[in-house]
């Protein structure tokens, strides 16, 4: 057993001792003081731990088509609603643009058949859940970590964002409409892709067409869906309520490392 592994085994049994403290599911939060202390602690110990022990690029397990899941349950928002996306949706995505700015030397938007032509990646992995559920796919997509060369970061970026196609609550400041960040280290993981096939096939609605990212070292809640604008920053204090990510907001811990 490789120690990313036996990392990955630990910190599941971790979730499943804790679950009155853990986030009970994909859907929904615990909002005490207690709960979000201690995710909050155990959120920089993870990134601390990973960061010390692990080495930055070694690779999720990788499964064989024998284990790929008969029935991968779509979680979260499964059919949006929001209008821009709908209008997409109702197009097959012929019109849709992937915009790439922020802190970058050369903006991008690319229609879909560019990001399919970029460097790619297939791969299948587990995606787990802090429900406590896992399941197995195949996932292929643009390698994000060209992506961003194609871009040019500029050296003051240090976190990646995701601006996504649904809005999971109507809120005054706007921050319901769904985003998540990850740092350079995971971008640049060989394993982080922008996923635009799922089995073989197309990758469906439920499941975040037309692209969704795949960051394989983290949880389920990491997997932002529906992407429609990937923007380089420096800190999260301009989005939704400065916490890196929508669940985030509502008290996740930002590092969901496995």
């Not at 970058?104 to 790619?120: D, F, H, N, Y």
């Not at 992995?125 to 197995?136: A, K, L, N, P």
């Not at 089995?199 to 990212?213: C, E, K, Q, S, Y």
Request: aromatic share 10%; with cysteine.
């Amino acid at each position: 057993m490789t120690p990313t592994t036996h990392r990955r085994g630990w910190l599941q049994a971790a979730f499943a001792a804790t679950g009155a403290l853990a986030l009970g599911a994909c859907d929904k939060i615990t909002n005490t003081p207690q709960a979000i202390g201690f995710l909050q602690k155990a959120e920089g110990l993870t990134r601390r731990a990973q960061r010390l022990v692990v080495d930055r690029k070694a690779l999720a397990r990788e499964f064989g088509p024998a284990d790929i899941s008969s029935d991968f349950k779509p979680n979260g928002s499964i059919d949006p609603t929001d209008a821009d996306y709908v209008a997409q949706r109702d197009k097959g995505f012929a019109d849709y643009r992937l915009v790439v700015d922020g802190l970058v030397e050369r903006p991008l938007s690319l229609s879909l058949a560019e990001v399919r032509a970029l460097a790619s990646r297939t791969q299948i992995t587990r995606h787990d859940c802090v429900e406590g559920w896992s399941s197995i796919a195949r996932w292929q997509g643009a390698r994000l970590g060209p992506l961003l060369d194609k871009a040019g970061l500029k050296k003051t970026a240090r976190y990646i964002v995701f601006h996504c196609g649904d809005s999971l609550e109507q809120t005054l400041d706007g921050s319901g409409q769904y985003y998540e960040s990850i740092d350079l280290i995971d971008a640049y993981h060989p394993q982080t892709i922008l996923a635009y096939a799922m089995n073989d096939a197309t990758l469906p609605v439920a499941h975040g067409a037309p692209l969704r990212l795949r960051v394989e070292r983290q949880l389920g809640y990491k997997q932002a869906k529906y992407i429609m604008r990937i923007e380089a920053v420096d800190d999260f204090a301009h989005l939704g309520r400065g916490k890196g990510g929508y669940w985030e907001d509502r008290g996740y811990e930002w590092y969901a490392g496995i």
